[in-house]
């Protein structure tokens, strides 16, 4: 059965194969009158340097006949179907898959992350024929069996967005928040989906380590004092806000948010000041704004 190359392979097999990569060419091989090499392994290499080079149709044709002398290569049949669906050839792709059936319970137990890829190719059937349930679900599937694949958390998040599916979404944000500790602008997105579903106290965790691991960012401050204030914690939102434009003092929506923070506890004057230094920085005309400088000014006035 075909399998990728490992370094039990003698060096000459190698060089021989890479030459080959390198040298030969479908064209080449038709105008001479040949048919296909024999040697699977040779195919693979083949098909493979065809799309290094964006050839998908000519890595198509290698991959076939590389599934025709091992059909029982799971790698050379899901390297196949992966290349017909980038073709649009959906229905072609799907029968390719369709002989895995019988093995895929043994790819699970011993083959994750080939279990894995069998399921994505089968989410992306699923989604060229319409069928956005079935293409969710199994996009699920081969997320339990490659739990640290990014990209699968990146195509889940966008799915359930795409289905209005919060609790969905924040799953995995929070695993890809995970998976890229380093990412403020992951780490800020799960704290502003935990807003939105009204969980304060883990959205303020989320924003704590966000300004902690970047003091410039305004979206980690501004969704700090959202949560601060939406725990009815003014003062501690008040001083967050503060904080944060101690250090982004050109940061017109802190300044304004701050106005919002000010008023709410009807310190009007302090408020109109927020206000209008946020208008003062904000480059273009808001409505929104100015209104809230003069509702600032009309309270004075009362």
Avoid: C
Avoid at 128 to 150: N, V
Wanted: hydrophobic share 45%; proline share 3%; aromatic share 6%.
């Amino acid at each position: 059965m075909f399998s990728i190359p490992t370094t039990s392979w003698p060096v000459w097999v190698l060089l021989v194969s890479v030459t080959l990569v390198l040298t030969t060419r479908v064209d080449d091989l038709v105008a001479q009158g040949q048919g296909p090499p024999s040697n699977a392994l040779t195919l693979f290499h083949l098909a493979e340097e065809a799309r290094y080079q964006g050839d998908a149709s000519t890595a198509e044709v290698w991959l076939r006949h590389a599934v025709e002398l091992d059909p029982a290569a799971t790698t050379l049949r899901l390297e196949w179907a992966s290349v017909l669906l980038q073709l649009g050839r959906t229905e072609t792709a799907a029968e390719a898959l369709s002989e895995l059936l019988d093995t895929i319970y043994e790819l699970e137990l011993d083959e994750p992350k080939r279990a894995a890829s069998y399921h994505r190719l089968q989410a992306i059937v699923a989604s060229q024929r319409g069928d956005h349930d079935a293409a969710i679900e199994l996009y699920e599937r081969a997320a339990r069996f490659a739990p640290r694949d990014i990209r699968l958390r990146f195509q889940l998040i966008g799915l359930h967005r795409a289905r209005g599916s919060n609790a969905g979404t924040l799953t995995h944000l929070k695993t890809a928040a995970d998976l890229r500790p380093q990412s403020v602008e992951l780490r800020v997105e799960v704290g502003r989906l935990t807003l939105a579903l009204e969980q304060w106290s883990e959205a303020e965790g989320h924003f704590r380590t966000a300004v902690a691991m970047d003091a410039v960012n305004t979206g980690a401050w501004q969704g700090l004092g959202q949560a601060l204030v939406a725990q009815g914690r003014l003062a501690a939102g008040e001083e967050a806000l503060l904080t944060g434009i101690t250090e982004i003092p050109e940061s017109a929506p802190l300044h304004e948010q701050l106005g919002d923070v000010l008023y709410e506890q009807d310190r009007l004057e302090a408020a109109l000041a927020a206000y209008r230094k946020a208008a003062e920085l904000t480059r273009a005309d808001s409505s929104d704004l100015q209104a809230k400088i003069d509702r600032a000014e009309a309270g004075l006035i009362e």
